[in-house]
């Protein structure tokens, strides 16, 4: 069985990982905890800018240590909510066709996100994906540490993930179907018989059409 390794941000939504993490900080147990963790993350903000710019790994760990000290039930209890409100509202119209269609081709399909696990599982379910690879929180005695479980899914790494999830189950990568919108992505891409780009920046655009990849556009 071949499977399609669908990247998320970019690709089949118009949310980045900022958008849910500010919904988290807005949504603490009281606005005095709000205001210090907004406060602490927006100093942060031009090293995390940086960070993006240079290295996707430290740029995801920068972001997510402002998780530090939420508990995993509030975690979970808001994470539907943080569905409805920040990811569901951006989904591309035709995101959840695209899903179906390598479904119907008897696809497995695998989000690939560095978003935090437990908003890609709610995402893969209302897509119809069969399976998540994404970023984990560690949690010590029911809450956050603010520090990413490894591997994390960023960057490179990404085509390492993907490629021994491949091996685990069985699917030949040479068959496989991968797809992003970001230039970041190209080891996944590359990894895979079937590449495409999904709403391209710039730089993507240009390889895509160099090797001759499909690109789509779900955006319009």
């Not at 031009?46 to 939420?70: I, K, T």
């Not at 709610?122 to 809450?143: F, H, M, P, S």
């Not at 479980?149 to 040479?174: M, Q």
């Not at 709403?199 to 556009?217: E, G, T, V």
């Amino acid at each position: 069985m071949a499977a399609s390794y669908f990247d998320v941000d970019g690709t089949l939504v118009s949310t980045n990982l900022v958008h849910p993490t500010l919904f988290y900080l807005l949504n603490q147990t009281t606005p005095f905890h709000s205001a210090f963790k907004l406060g602490k993350a927006l100093a942060r903000a031009p090293w995390m800018a940086l960070a993006e710019l240079q290295d996707r790994r430290l740029f995801n760990e920068m972001l997510f240590s402002a998780y530090d000290g939420v508990s995993q039930d509030r975690l979970l209890s808001l994470a539907q909510e943080a569905f409805d409100t920040v990811i569901k509202p951006r989904i591309y119209p035709a995101a959840k066709d695209f899903v179906k269609a390598s479904l119907d081709k008897g696809h497995d399909v695998v989000l690939v996100s560095g978003a935090l696990d437990f908003l890609m599982h709610i995402l893969a379910e209302y897509l119809g994906a069969t399976d998540v690879i994404a970023n984990r929180l560690e949690i010590k005695d029911r809450y956050a540490t603010g520090k990413l479980l490894r591997p994390v899914v960023a960057g490179p790494e990404k085509a390492r993930i993907v490629r021994d999830h491949a091996r685990s189950k069985g699917h030949n990568l040479d068959e496989c179907f991968a797809y992003s919108d970001s230039y970041s992505d190209v080891p996944m891409l590359s990894i895979v018989g079937y590449p495409a780009a999904i709403n391209p920046d710039r730089k993507l655009s240009l390889l895509a059409q160099a090797y001759h990849w499909p690109i789509i556009r779900l955006s319009s």
